[in-house]
């Protein structure tokens, strides 16, 4: 049996370090930094967080508080053009780089993260 990813990584310190690092970027550039209303980021975080968790084996904690994630939909009242979507990889994968991953979990990872930032698209530049 295949330990999940989440396992493999170091599980939930291994998510929490990644998605704090990740929203330092994001609070440091304001064009992202309009996509988030919310004056505290902590929400943002948690709900990150605990999506990226359940999404690679660990708890099923978001769909358990937030139901299915529908990302797209979720997404849907932000304009996400492809200028957003590089900003967003640009801190994502900062945060992977400070993470230290073997390289097969970090391919892994960044394969999923430039995928899901493109999917997200909405909208033109």
Known sequence: MTSSLYDRVGGAETFRRLVDRFYEGVAGDPPLREMYP???????????RMFLEQYWGGPKTYGETRGHPRLRMRHAPYAVTPRQAER??????????????????????????????????????
């Open 88 to 125: 967003w990889l640009h801190h994502m994968m900062a945060a992977v780089d400070e993470l230290g991953l073997a390289d097969a979990e970090d391919a892994e990872l960044r394969e999923y993260l430039d995928r899901a930032a493109w999917f997200m698209l909405n909208a033109d530049d």
């Open 38 to 48: 919310d004056e505290d980021l902590g929400p943002a975080a948690d709900r990150l």
